[in-house]
């Protein structure tokens, strides 16, 4: 068998969950380049690129995409580099709530390799369409101007941002052995989390598996606003997870939500958007996570792994009957037979002589998220058997 002949199939290498960008006043952006580094964890000869304005008010314009092979966070070997195109086309419009998908692109990659996909947007582009994600492996950046065909950005007139916008997903053409882990959530997991992850499967020697990243910071399993306030977080799980896990190559999906709908209702009279009747009981978010994501997740013939809830002890709205919820939540995530195992999150990183708060080191600061390296032991508490 040669070489191309052993790749048989798309795998998702990479991904992301576009949601609402935060912005006080509506962002627009013209003449505007961004470059997005990626690692490649497969062997492959062939790429093709999914981008999404699924929550845009406009449609947008990507006037030209590329690709090429990185030389380190901002550069591009410029003999690499190769246009991304769609249909024939080096520009695409893509409608308010559309996604697109690219041509095939011919690009023989090894794992580990490194690319930069970088994106210019020459006409106004209302930037409504992104994610904030953090990690040691999740850091793009932007120019103004046309930079969609040159190795490097000019350093003095070009950013870092952790703002992922329109780029969804890529996939690599590769090995059948290959397959896609999804990592579903929150906030929780839109930080560092499923990098370490990706990290840990280089380290360890798990080299048939990529990390898709579907998460969005302040979404609710059963809830979602309506109210521009906050807006960016995001659609409810029921308009989420079918979509984020239509995933190229997926066999097992590891969910990692729901401590928003226990912390964020305050009750009308601390704020007019947040009511306590948003409050679930447990049952609730059972039902909730068995009828739209388990139930999902197994007509597509996924794995369903639960993640247990992080501790919350010193939360700006912490009080004892959420931990109670959380705790009962918890319980639950542990022991229910409709999963194919439980990870669990909370034991990994709570400190062992007051369960309700998180280990010496552990917390970022906020009582809520993880700091790095309770992160690191997050990507640790995952089973061997899921990686492998």
């Avoid at 013939?301 to 918890?330: C, M, Q």
């Avoid at 409709?338 to 708060?357: H, L, M, P, Q, T």
């Avoid at 010496?360 to 809520?368: I, K, R």
């Amino acid at each position: 068998m040669n070489e191309k002949q052993k790749y048989t199939k798309w795998v998702a290498c990479w991904g992301n969950a576009p949601s609402i960008s935060d912005r006080e006043l509506v962002t627009y952006a013209k003449d505007l380049t961004l470059r997005y580094p990626v690692r490649i964890c497969f062997n492959g000869n062939k790429l093709r690129f999914h981008f999404s304005n699924i929550t845009g008010q406009e449609a947008i314009k990507i006037s030209a995409a590329t690709v090429g092979m990185a030389i380190d966070d901002r550069s591009v070997d410029a003999g690499t580099i190769k246009d991304i195109t769609f249909g024939g086309c080096k520009s695409v419009v893509v409608e308010p709530g559309g996604q697109v998908q690219s041509d095939e692109v011919d690009m023989e990659l090894s794992r580990g390799d490194n690319v930069s996909v970088t994106i210019y947007l020459g006409e106004y582009t209302r930037m409504n369409s992104g994610v904030l994600i953090t990690g040691p492996l999740s850091k793009g950046f932007f120019a103004y101007g046309d930079y969609s065909h040159e190795s490097e950005l000019p350093p003095n007139s070009s950013r870092s941002t952790n703002w992922f916008y329109f780029l969804d997903t890529i996939d690599i053409y590769t090995e059948d052995k290959n397959h896609a882990l999804i990592c579903y959530g929150d906030s929780i997991t839109a930080q560092d989390w499923p990098d370490y992850l990706m990290l840990r499967t280089y380290e360890d020697g798990y080299d048939s598996v990529s990390v898709i990243r579907r998460a969005i910071s302040g979404t609710r399993i059963l809830r979602e606003y309506d109210c521009i306030t906050y807006a960016a977080y995001g659609a409810k799980g029921e308009k989420r997870f079918n979509r984020e896990t239509d995933v190229a190559g997926a066999e097992a999906v590891i969910i990692q939500h729901g401590i928003n709908d226990i912390i964020h209702p305050v009750g009308e009279d601390v704020n007019i958007f947040r009511p306590m009747s948003d409050l679930p009981t447990c049952q609730d978010m059972i039902d909730g996570v068995t009828d739209i994501y388990v139930k999902c997740a197994r007509n597509k013939g996924l794995k369903v792994y639960s993640g247990t809830l992080l501790p919350i002890k010193g939360w700006r709205t912490y009080a004892a009957f959420r931990d109670e919820l959380r705790h009962a939540f918890n319980e639950w995530l542990r022991t229910s037979d409709i999963f194919d195992g439980c990870i669990d999150f909370d034991e990994a990183v709570r400190d062992k002589s007051d369960v309700d708060s998180f280990g010496p080191g552990f917390d970022s600061g906020d009582h809520l998220h993880p700091s790095a390296a309770a992160y690191k032991a997050m990507a640790g508490a995952i089973p061997k058997n899921i990686l492998e």
